[in-house]
């Protein structure tokens, strides 16, 4: 009788494992979908053209002002499902399309780089005047960089976007930071995924000089440019 009650029980935990895992595997592939072919690729696009449009004309004001391009260069991108799983599983959450949408803020994205670090402040603020663009949270990992010596200006938006013959807000993190900060963050980002072991904590240490020397060079620069600005 035991031994029945056993295999009874075992066959429920498995019944319900194969259920768990048919689950987990559907929500994988309805988050897959819905971040691929769904309106939100279509709204992600309309609220990135919106951005990108708004830095345009951003930096023809300040070209006006000044005499020079503030903002260099302009990328977009929509966040790709692996990178959006891996951030969910990093976070603990579950790969479902609504917590992705709540919880992360860079599943849309701009970044611009900027000449001098007082443009990214110029540009930032000129940002916060738009009617159609909030800012909901504002992270400066220039004046407080992370440990790890990354800089860059991080702000949390919400666009407002014309969709279905309403306006819907539309939650877009928009990066600001100098070609330096740019460069360091890129390599940063290549040998994250190679360095490991002992000379982890070295390399750490050396790319934390190398972050260093990478705000004091953009400094450096800035004084230069204020005493032409001078002359």
């Given at each position: ?5 056993t295999v009874r029980d075992d066959r429920r935990f498995i019944y319900r494992r194969i259920g768990d895992e048919k689950q987990k595997v ?206």
């Open positions: 009788m035991n031994s029945y009650i559907k929500k994988q592939e309805q988050l897959k979908k819905m971040l691929t072919h769904s309106e939100f690729t279509l709204k992600g696009n309309c609220a990135i053209s919106l951005l990108l449009t708004k830095l345009d004309i951003i930096n023809t004001i300040l070209m006006m002002e000044n005499g020079r391009s503030a903002i260099q260069q302009k990328t977009a991108r929509l966040k790709e499902y692996e990178s959006v799983c891996k951030k969910l599983e990093k976070k603990g959450l579950d790969l479902d399309f609504d917590i992705a949408v709540e919880k992360i803020n860079d599943l849309i994205g701009v970044r611009a780089i900027c000449a001098y670090v007082d443009d990214i402040y110029k540009v930032a603020s000129l940002i916060e005047r738009q009617k159609d663009i909030r800012i909901i949270k504002t992270k400066d990992y220039i004046r407080e960089p992370k440990k790890s010596g990354y800089q860059s200006l991080h702000l949390i938006l919400e666009a407002a976007i014309s969709f279905q013959s309403e306006t819907q807000w539309i939650k877009i993190e928009l990066q600001l930071r100098t070609a330096a900060m740019d460069y360091w963050a890129s390599l940063d980002h290549q040998l994250r995924y190679k360095r490991g072991g002992k000379e982890a904590q070295l390399i750490d240490e050396e790319l934390q000089q190398c972050a260093a020397v990478i705000s004091s060079l953009d400094q450096k620069m800035l004084k230069i440019r204020k005493k032409i600005d001078k002359i």
